[in-house]
T-cell receptor, first 113, second 113 residues
Framework: GAGVSQSPSNKVTEKGKDVELRCDPI?????LYWYRQSLGQGLEFLIY????????KSGLPSDRFSAERTGGSVSTLTIQRTQQEDSAVYLC???????????FGDGTRLSIL | GNSVTQMEGPVTLSEEAFLTINCTYT??????LFWYVQYPGEGLQLLLK?????DKGSNKGFEATYRKETTSFHLEKGSVQVSDSAVYFC????????????FGTGTSLTVIP
């Protein structure tokens, strides 16, 4: 597509439920990044994919968070047993390769009640 | 390790005022440096970049020079407009650390007529 597409744009769920966030990167971009942006905070790096592999998972805040990427394209970020502190905007970005300027999606605003 | 430190906001300026947003970095290798901008209600987008020392990135009247001796990449604009009101993020990417991007906490700019 023309840009990075994320879905859903908004998600409200109850504490304890699992959520799945989707990112569809720009066609041909091999690098894909997930970030979390909390209110009044900067961007918190979560995970980076090069192709289908994730050489850097160091940013995932707990084992409730996982991500995968299949076919070198779409990626999903899954949060299990959500907690209120998981409420944030989750941003996805892609680039041709690592170290190149990233193109961001509009994010998924996640609210945990 | 790698990190980015940005001047804290919020910053409020009158139209046509001179803007400087300070950014300093720490890097283990030879990073590329970026400024991203997030306009209200929109996703992050690349504003400008510089890939090596003494490079100057420029776009939309904004400039930033990669200063290795002071490890800085300050953003400047000679005459701001109301439409420049946004949050500005400084970032670095270092191939030596697996192409992870490191973002500053963002600086909110409001330009008043």
């Amino acid at each position: 597509g023309a840009g990075v597409s994320q879905s859903p744009s908004n998600k409200v769920t109850e504490k304890g439920k699992d959520v799945e966030l989707r990112c569809d990167p720009i066609s041909g971009h091999t690098a894909l990044y997930w970030y979390r942006q909390s209110l009044g905070q900067g961007l918190e790096f979560l995970i980076y994919f090069q192709g289908n592999s994730a050489p850097d998972k160091s940013g995932l805040p707990s084992d409730r968070f996982s991500a995968e990427r299949t076919g070198g394209s779409v990626s999903t970020l899954t949060i299990q047993r959500t907690q209120q502190e998981d409420s944030a905007v989750y941003l996805c970005a892609s680039s041709w390769t690592g170290n190149q300027p990233q193109h961001f999606g509009d994010g998924t605003r996640l609210s945990i009640l | 390790g790698n990190s980015v430190t940005q001047m804290e906001g919020p910053v409020t300026l009158s139209e046509e005022a001179f803007l400087t947003i300070n950014c300093t970095y720490t890097a283990t290798g030879y990073p590329s440096l970026f400024w991203y901008v997030q306009y209200p209600g929109e996703g992050l987008q690349l504003l400008l970049k510089a890939t090596k020392a003494d490079d100057k990135g420029s776009n939309k009247g904004f400039e930033a020079t990669y200063r290795k001796e002071t490890t800085s990449f300050h953003l400047e604009k000679g005459s701001v407009q109301v439409s420049d009101s946004a949050v500005y993020f400084c970032a670095l990417s270092d191939q030596g650390t697996g192409n992870q991007f490191y973002f500053g906490t963002g600086t909110s700019l409001t330009v008043i007529p």
